[in-house]
């Protein structure tokens, strides 16, 4: 039995075909719908739709439910469409005609777009909360390492010399510009859908205001039009940003897999860490890596998906939106993974010591070279040309212990402090204290 049900039933082919995979990502949704349905409850009861009493019995019914999705005991019934369907089952059941009194107001477009928004904004807060892990523990191997040299390349050439400080700190930094894009995302996601119903809004006084309070969004929607078109535009908003992350810890992970390979021999993890081979008894393979390189690609290709998918839409509700999900929730489960496992990779990385003494490095020393000649008074084309004159010639020979770097940002001058910095002025915008005590009141 399906909440819309008249009096012929769709097909089971057509049922089959366009719930798809829905019911198990309504779970995930479960709890948020119960919080949508709450606020909206709360404002059913200010503009005369119900009464205080029924009011009453509605929170209550909803909070049970809350309390069993958190024991893991709801589950949307066979035959019921979506957990919209099957919450409003539940109260009808347990409390009579008011649980069909909760609807009032509402379409499934805007209260599916509910369930999202505040589904997202949560899912986004953790995101956040694990790229600040990542950000710090990388913060204190850059100070920690800040005197380790090692190469740098260009062209996947040696390029100049380079520290692990230098590479630690270039991944914590990059995390801050992600951050960025994160709040874009949240942002909108922090905005209230709630009564533009199928996205024209509805007859009913409903107050959007109150409802915007209830549930701690930063703003509403005004337009209903455009709330109901934020559907899309948000998921396409949130992939970008998680696209931004995966590309962080792309670089990361295939550099850690390089460094790990013995040709190199920069970094090194514990034996239990890594993999072995089912024939070669020396193996030690970087899995984890590996994988976060794969699951980064993978989530890197979601804002396309999701592009392509909103090709062509015109304004107003497709079916065509419900696929959205199948692309944004397993890219949210995975980059929370990836965050997860880099950082506990990270933990126990283990450098290797004094690598650019080796006389193999020397050429790395080539623009210190250069420069040194143009400090004492030689013009910078003819101190190029006589040190590569000399490495032509085997007769380079610099001094492989000294280096002078000071500018911001270099390997003399990490800007820890100023990268911190922009870090956390970036997290002190997101408002997550809002939405925090909006659902504690809602749940008391």
């Known amino acids: 039995m399906k909440i819309w049900q008249k009096a012929t039933d769709s097909s089971q082919e057509v049922e089959k075909f366009t719930i798809g995979k829905d019911p198990e990502f309504d779970q995930i949704l479960a709890p948020f719908d119960v919080l949508g349905s709450m606020a ?6 200010q503009i005369g739709l119900l009464t205080q009493k029924e009011n009453e019995l509605l929170q209550k019914g909803l909070k049970e439910i809350y309390l069993e999705i958190e024991k893991g005991q709801f589950q949307i019934q066979p035959g019921v469409e979506d957990v919209h369907s099957q919450v409003e089952f539940l109260l009808t ?10 609807h009032s107001g509402r379409s499934r477009n ?14 986004i807060r953790e995101l956040v909360h694990q790229t600040q892990a990542l950000f710090e523990l990388l913060i204190d191997l850059a100070e920690r390492h800040k ?15 380079s520290s692990f400080g230098l590479w630690f700190g270039s991944i914590a930094e990059g995390l801050a510009e992600d ?3 994160l709040k874009v995302a949240f942002d909108l996601s922090n905005k209230n859908p709630l009564g533009s119903a199928a996205g024209y809004g509805s007859s ?4 959007r205001t109150l409802t915007t309070k209830l549930l701690g969004f930063g703003d509403l929607h005004h337009n209903v039009i455009n709330a109901q078109n934020s559907r899309g535009k948000t998921e396409r908003t949130v992939a970008f940003a998680m696209a931004g992350l995966a590309a962080t810890l792309n670089r990361l992970s295939t550099d850690c897999i390089q460094f790990m390979n013995q040709h190199f021999g920069f970094i090194s993890f514990p034996d239990e860490l890594t993999t072995g081979s089912s024939i070669m008894p020396h193996k030690k393979n970087p899995d984890v890596f590996e994988l976060i390189r794969a699951k980064s690609n993978q989530i890197q290709a979601v804002p396309t998906t999701v592009t392509l998918l909103l090709t062509n839409s015109s304004t107003g509700y497709h079916r065509d939106l419900q696929l959205l999900k199948e692309e944004i929730f397993p890219a949210i489960e995975s980059l929370s993974d990836c ?8 933990q126990s990385i ?3 010591k004094g690598i650019l003494s080796d006389p193999f490095y020397k050429h790395l020393f080539s623009v210190e070279e250069v420069n040194k000649l143009v400090i004492e008074g030689m013009p910078f084309r003819d101190a190029y040309k006589k040190v590569g004159f000399a490495i032509e010639n085997g007769a380079f020979n610099p001094d492989q212990n000294s280096l002078h770097h000071v500018h911001e940002g270099s390997i003399g001058n990490l800007c820890l402090e100023e990268i911190q910095k922009k870090f956390t002025s970036l997290m002190h915008q997101f408002e997550f204290q809002p939405m925090n005590e909006a659902v504690e009141r809602l749940l008391e």
């Open 179 to 181: 951050l960025a894009l």
């Open 339 to 346: 965050l997860t496992m880099s950082g506990f990779m990270l």
């Open 110 to 123: 805007d209260q599916v777009l509910v369930d999202l928004k505040l589904y997202y904004r949560t899912a």
């Open 93 to 102: 059941q347990r409390y009579g005609e008011v649980g069909k009194k909760l």
């Open 40 to 45: 909206h409850a709360k404002m059913l009861v």
């Open 204 to 207: 009913f006084p409903l107050d």
């Open 147 to 161: 005197n380790d040299l090692m190469p740098g390349y260009t062209h996947t050439q040696l390029a100049m010399p």
């Open 350 to 352: 283990r450098v290797k």
